[in-house]
Protein backbone atom coordinates (compact mmCIF):
# COMPACT_ATOMS: atom_id res chain seq x y z
CA UNK A 1 0.00 0.00 0.00
CA UNK A 2 1.15 3.37 -0.80
CA UNK A 3 2.23 5.97 2.07
CA UNK A 4 0.68 9.19 1.98
CA UNK A 5 3.18 12.02 3.50
CA UNK A 6 1.56 15.00 4.90
CA UNK A 7 4.35 17.66 6.09
CA UNK A 8 3.35 21.48 7.99
CA UNK A 9 -0.48 20.76 7.80
CA UNK A 10 -3.32 22.08 9.88
CA UNK A 11 -6.24 20.01 10.47
CA UNK A 12 -9.45 21.58 12.44
CA UNK A 13 -12.84 19.78 13.16
CA UNK A 14 -12.31 16.76 10.62
CA UNK A 15 -13.77 13.85 11.77
CA UNK A 16 -11.50 11.50 10.59
CA UNK A 17 -13.51 8.09 11.30
CA UNK A 18 -14.81 8.40 7.84
CA UNK A 19 -11.14 8.97 6.15
CA UNK A 20 -8.54 5.93 5.89
CA UNK A 21 -5.50 6.90 7.18
CA UNK A 22 -3.37 3.65 7.41
CA UNK A 23 -0.29 3.70 6.22
CA UNK A 24 -0.07 7.69 6.26
CA UNK A 25 2.73 9.85 7.48
CA UNK A 26 2.35 13.62 9.35
CA UNK A 27 5.63 15.60 9.98
CA UNK A 28 4.87 19.03 11.93
CA UNK A 29 0.88 18.69 11.84
CA UNK A 30 -1.74 20.34 13.75
CA UNK A 31 -4.65 18.65 14.66
CA UNK A 32 -6.98 20.87 16.61
CA UNK A 33 -10.69 19.88 17.63
CA UNK A 34 -10.58 16.26 15.43
CA UNK A 35 -11.84 13.45 16.42
CA UNK A 36 -10.12 10.22 15.42
CA UNK A 37 -12.55 8.12 17.76
CA UNK A 38 -12.56 4.17 17.53
CA UNK A 39 -10.43 4.40 14.78
CA UNK A 40 -7.84 2.39 13.12
CA UNK A 41 -4.27 4.34 12.79
CA UNK A 42 -2.28 0.82 12.27
CA UNK A 43 1.00 1.64 10.36
CA UNK A 44 0.87 5.50 10.76
CA UNK A 45 3.33 8.29 11.72
CA UNK A 46 3.10 11.13 13.61
CA UNK A 47 6.35 13.17 14.05
CA UNK A 48 6.52 16.37 16.06
CA UNK A 49 2.56 16.62 15.97
CA UNK A 50 0.52 18.64 18.20
CA UNK A 51 -3.20 17.02 18.92
CA UNK A 52 -5.64 19.97 20.58
CA UNK A 53 -8.96 19.32 21.81
CA UNK A 54 -9.17 15.87 19.90
CA UNK A 55 -11.26 13.02 20.50
CA UNK A 56 -8.89 9.77 20.38
CA UNK A 57 -11.14 7.54 22.52
CA UNK A 58 -10.94 4.13 21.93
CA UNK A 59 -8.30 4.67 18.74
CA UNK A 60 -6.02 1.79 17.74
CA UNK A 61 -2.44 2.31 17.30
CA UNK A 62 -0.94 -0.83 16.08
CA UNK A 63 2.60 -0.38 14.76
CA UNK A 64 2.00 3.19 14.66
CA UNK A 65 4.95 5.81 15.44
CA UNK A 66 4.71 8.39 18.02
CA UNK A 67 8.04 10.28 17.66
CA UNK A 68 7.73 14.17 19.98
CA UNK A 69 3.65 14.32 19.81
CA UNK A 70 1.92 16.02 22.18
CA UNK A 71 -1.81 15.79 23.24
CA UNK A 72 -3.42 19.13 24.73
CA UNK A 73 -6.89 18.73 26.12
CA UNK A 74 -6.97 15.65 24.28
CA UNK A 75 -9.82 12.74 25.33
CA UNK A 76 -7.15 9.73 25.00
CA UNK A 77 -9.78 6.92 27.02
CA UNK A 78 -8.82 3.11 26.21
CA UNK A 79 -6.56 4.02 23.98
CA UNK A 80 -3.01 1.07 23.95
CA UNK A 81 0.30 2.74 23.66
CA UNK A 82 2.12 -0.04 23.77
CA UNK A 83 1.16 -1.06 20.13
CA UNK A 84 2.99 1.81 19.01
CA UNK A 85 6.55 1.14 17.83
CA UNK A 86 8.90 1.51 20.45
CA UNK A 87 11.83 3.38 18.27
CA UNK A 88 11.83 6.94 18.86
CA UNK A 89 8.12 6.94 21.16
CA UNK A 90 7.61 10.22 22.87
CA UNK A 91 4.87 11.93 23.91
CA UNK A 92 3.78 14.46 26.39
CA UNK A 93 0.04 15.15 27.72
CA UNK A 94 -1.38 18.25 28.93
CA UNK A 95 -5.04 18.21 30.82
CA UNK A 96 -5.98 15.41 29.07
CA UNK A 97 -8.44 12.14 29.83
CA UNK A 98 -6.75 9.42 29.83
CA UNK A 99 -8.66 6.75 31.82
CA UNK A 100 -7.70 3.28 31.46
CA UNK A 101 -5.02 3.33 28.88
CA UNK A 102 -2.20 1.24 28.90
CA UNK A 103 1.44 2.25 28.57
CA UNK A 104 2.36 -1.97 29.68
CA UNK A 105 6.39 -2.27 28.57
CA UNK A 106 6.93 1.37 27.58
CA UNK A 107 10.32 2.71 27.32
CA UNK A 108 9.05 6.82 28.16
CA UNK A 109 11.25 8.71 30.09
CA UNK A 110 10.73 12.14 30.49
CA UNK A 111 7.30 12.09 29.69
CA UNK A 112 5.03 14.89 31.27
CA UNK A 113 1.62 14.01 32.84
CA UNK A 114 0.23 17.85 33.19
CA UNK A 115 -3.30 17.79 35.16
CA UNK A 116 -4.50 14.55 33.17
CA UNK A 117 -6.81 11.87 34.53
CA UNK A 118 -5.28 8.59 34.33
CA UNK A 119 -7.46 6.40 36.15
CA UNK A 120 -7.55 2.89 35.59
CA UNK A 121 -4.34 3.10 33.11
CA UNK A 122 -1.57 0.66 33.22
CA UNK A 123 1.79 1.28 33.63
CA UNK A 124 2.97 -2.13 34.65
CA UNK A 125 6.70 -2.96 33.18
CA UNK A 126 7.14 0.45 31.79
CA UNK A 127 10.31 2.83 31.95
CA UNK A 128 9.16 6.51 33.46
CA UNK A 129 11.90 7.41 34.68
CA UNK A 130 12.29 11.32 35.24
CA UNK A 131 8.78 11.82 34.63
CA UNK A 132 6.31 14.04 35.88
CA UNK A 133 2.61 13.27 36.97
CA UNK A 134 2.00 17.33 37.97
CA UNK A 135 -1.68 17.76 39.23
CA UNK A 136 -2.63 13.84 37.86
CA UNK A 137 -5.65 12.09 39.04
CA UNK A 138 -3.73 8.32 39.51
CA UNK A 139 -6.62 6.50 41.12
CA UNK A 140 -6.64 2.47 39.84
CA UNK A 141 -3.12 2.61 38.19
CA UNK A 142 -1.08 -0.25 38.09
CA UNK A 143 2.53 0.21 38.62
CA UNK A 144 3.89 -3.42 38.80
CA UNK A 145 7.94 -3.11 38.17
CA UNK A 146 7.72 0.04 37.00
CA UNK A 147 11.19 1.81 37.12
CA UNK A 148 9.83 5.20 38.49
CA UNK A 149 13.42 6.64 38.96
CA UNK A 150 13.86 10.20 39.64
CA UNK A 151 9.36 10.26 38.94
CA UNK A 152 7.51 13.34 40.32
CA UNK A 153 4.74 12.72 42.00
CA UNK A 154 4.96 15.35 44.59
CA UNK A 155 1.21 16.89 43.13
CA UNK A 156 -0.04 13.44 41.68
CA UNK A 157 -2.99 12.34 43.89
CA UNK A 158 -5.19 8.96 44.04
CA UNK A 159 -2.35 6.70 43.56
CA UNK A 160 -1.41 3.42 45.39
CA UNK A 161 2.08 1.94 44.35
CA UNK A 162 4.36 -1.00 46.66
CA UNK A 163 7.68 0.28 46.65
CA UNK A 164 8.81 -3.22 47.24
CA UNK A 165 7.80 -4.32 43.08
CA UNK A 166 8.54 -1.25 41.95
CA UNK A 167 12.05 1.09 41.27
CA UNK A 168 11.35 4.37 43.24
CA UNK A 169 14.97 5.38 43.67
CA UNK A 170 14.88 9.08 44.15
CA UNK A 171 11.12 9.61 43.23
CA UNK A 172 9.11 12.75 45.00
CA UNK A 173 6.49 12.57 46.80
CA UNK A 174 4.62 14.80 49.21
CA UNK A 175 3.56 14.37 52.71
CA UNK A 176 0.12 13.88 51.87
CA UNK A 177 1.09 10.98 49.09
CA UNK A 178 2.80 8.94 51.68
CA UNK A 179 -0.16 7.28 52.21
CA UNK A 180 -0.53 5.76 48.81
CA UNK A 181 3.06 4.08 49.14
CA UNK A 182 1.69 2.49 52.34
CA UNK A 183 -1.50 1.21 51.30
CA UNK A 184 -0.42 -2.26 51.32
CA UNK A 185 0.33 -2.11 54.89
CA UNK A 186 -3.25 -1.17 55.94
CA UNK A 187 -2.04 0.98 58.51
CA UNK A 188 -3.51 3.94 60.42
CA UNK A 189 -1.78 7.08 59.77
CA UNK A 190 -3.11 10.42 62.17
Request: glycine share 2%; net charge negative.
Amino acid sequence: METINHENQTFEKINFSEKELKNSTFEKCVFTNCDFSTISLAHTSFSECKFIGCNLALTKLQSSHLKDVSFKDCKLIGVNFYECIDFLFCVNFDHCIMDYVSFVGKKMTKTNFLECSLKDANFSNADLSSSTFKNSNLEGCIFNKTQLKNVDFTTAFNFTLDPEINFIKKAKFSRDSLLGLLAKYDIVVE
